[in-house]
């Protein structure tokens, strides 16, 4: 993604955990990232992306997260950050 700077963070809510689901993060229009019990939720944070934030979630069951995450990943390569 050229010179774009980010982190990537990855959180799994077990289905022993003792909430139905725990809120991830916050954005900026007041809306929360949450997650649910027995998913497995990737959040990658891009810094100035033509000087934005960018915040991309995805998410799946834990089981199937594997799988999912290679589709995804398909999409992500293909994302060209014109400008930066």
Wanted: glycine share 10%.
């Amino acid at each position: 993604m050229g010179d774009v700077k980010g982190v990537q963070l990855d959180y799994v809510l077990s289905e022993d955990a003792p909430s139905e689901e725990i809120d991830l993060f916050r954005y900026t229009d007041g809306s929360t990232a949450d997650q649910g019990k027995g998913n497995k939720f990737r959040t990658i944070i891009l810094e100035d992306v033509k000087g934005k934030t960018v915040t991309i979630g995805i998410g799946s069951p834990t089981t199937e997260f594997d799988d999912f995450l290679a589709k995804s990943q398909k999409v992500l390569d293909t994302v060209k950050w014109a400008g930066t």
